[in-house]
Structure formats: structure tokens, C-alpha cells
């Protein structure tokens, strides 16, 4: 039976964030894509936080329903911009610090055009628009930061500061969130995986 890795992972000052994973070997191969994970279909991609670039990345899981990583809010009111660009007021409804996510409310949150499906890639917002990137899914891992451990996919991902929270699409369907990038190594992230969301929404 496979074991998963195990992954220190660091996370940098905001609005960096990184994390630094030193490989522990395990029998079994790497895999190249994603099987499982919770359903997705045409998620409106949004940027989360202050200024008009954002500071993390989110995406919608049901009208006026808002999933992105737990590390860039505070618990109060935050700043949430979609298509349309308009600044809209999101409060956290939920929030798991283990697993990372956060689910904000969102009232008046439209809706986004469909991405391909074809694939696996990341759906990132940068400068107001909606940039589908290649990922490839490279192992499962167990992602240990400080006390907390996660279920976790490292990606071979060419992940930039305000990608965190953002979905990893693989045949249409939500296989992982994107919440930090590897310090040591390039083209290398790291993504909450998606089979906790359902736990998480519940």
C-alpha cells in the first residue's frame, strides 16, 4: 500500500505565501491526475481582499457562496471583486484554519462564463481577469504546517502570489485549492485536496 508524503510547509508574510517541503520517499508512483474530489461546474473565479489586485484567489461552490483559503481573512467583512470588477462586501460563514478554507458570503455575486474542460489547470484571477493555467498533479501528500496536517495534492503548477485559494480543475471536476507554492523549488504548488470540501460545506 502506498503511503502518502509528509510536507513541512512554511507560510511566507502575506501577501507572499510559499511553503518549503523536503521530500520524504514512499513506496508508490506519483500520479498524473486527479480521480476524485467534489463536483464543479463553470465556478465564478474571484479575487479576495483589499485593493483592486486582491490577495488571494476564490470561487463560487453555489449562488452568493464564496470558497477561498482561511489564511488571508480575519473573520470580519472582507473585499471580494468578480467579473463585473465591483468591490462586494463577503463575511465569513465558515472557517477551518486546519484545512485552510474559508466560505464567505457573498450577496449579488455574479455569475462568469464556463473554462474548457479539458485537462488539468488552475483558474487564477490576476489584474481582473480569469487566466486558466496547465497543472499537472504530480502526488498526493499529507501537508504539515506547524501542528495542522491536511490532505494535500503537490502540483507542478506555476503558481504567483494571489493564487491561493484558487481551484484546481481537472476534467471539469474540483480536485484541489490552491494554497501555497514551494520556496525551494520552482514550479511547484501546493493544493488543499477537494475530497474534505464536502465535509467542510456541511
Known amino acids: 500500500m502506498s503511503a502518502a508524503r509528509r510536507c513541512d510547509a512554511r507560510a511566507a508574510?502575506?501577501?507572499?505565501?510559499?511553503?518549503?517541503?523536503?521530500?520524504?520517499?514512499?513506496?508508490?508512483?506519483?500520479?498524473?491526475?486527479?480521480?476524485?474530489?467534489?463536483?464543479?461546474?463553470?465556478?465564478?473565479?474571484?479575487?479576495?481582499?483589499?485593493?483592486?489586485?486582491?490577495?488571494?484567489?476564490?470561487?463560487?461552490?453555489?449562488?452568493?457562496?464564496?470558497?477561498?483559503?482561511?489564511?488571508?481573512?480575519?473573520?470580519?467583512?472582507?473585499?471580494?471583486?468578480?467579473?463585473?470588477?465591483?468591490?462586494?462586501?463577503?463575511?465569513?460563514?465558515?472557517?477551518?484554519?486546519?484545512?485552510?478554507?474559508?466560505?464567505?458570503?457573498?450577496?449579488?455575486?455574479?455569475?462568469?462564463?464556463?473554462f474548457p474542460r479539458a485537462g488539468t489547470h488552475l483558474l487564477v484571477r490576476r489584474d481582473g481577469a480569469v487566466t486558466s493555467l496547465p497543472a499537472r498533479v504530480a502526488r498526493r501528500i499529507t501537508a504539515r504546517i506547524g501542528i495542522a496536517r491536511r490532505p494535500a495534492l503537490e502540483l507542478a503548477a506555476t503558481a504567483a502570489a494571489g493564487d491561493s485559494g484558487a481551484p484546481v480543475l481537472s476534467g471539469g471536476r474540483l480536485t484541489g485549492i490552491v494554497f501555497a507554492r514551494s520556496r525551494e523549488r520552482a514550479g511547484v504548488a501546493y493544493a488543499v485536496d477537494a475530497g474534505v470540501l464536502s465535509r467542510f460545506l456541511r
Open 13 to 114: 508574510p502575506l501577501p507572499r505565501f510559499a511553503a518549503s517541503c523536503a521530500p520524504l520517499l514512499l513506496a508508490g508512483a506519483a500520479i498524473g491526475n486527479a480521480t476524485g474530489g467534489a463536483g464543479a461546474t463553470a465556478p465564478t473565479i474571484v479575487s479576495v481582499g483589499d485593493g483592486p489586485a486582491g490577495v488571494a484567489t476564490g470561487f463560487s461552490v453555489s449562488p452568493g457562496r464564496v470558497v477561498t483559503v482561511a489564511h488571508i481573512v480575519d473573520g470580519g467583512a472582507i473585499a471580494v471583486r468578480g467579473a463585473d470588477g465591483i468591490a462586494r462586501r463577503g463575511v465569513v460563514v465558515r472557517r477551518d484554519d486546519t484545512l485552510d478554507l474559508a466560505l464567505l458570503a457573498v450577496p449579488g455575486l455574479r455569475s462568469a462564463p464556463s
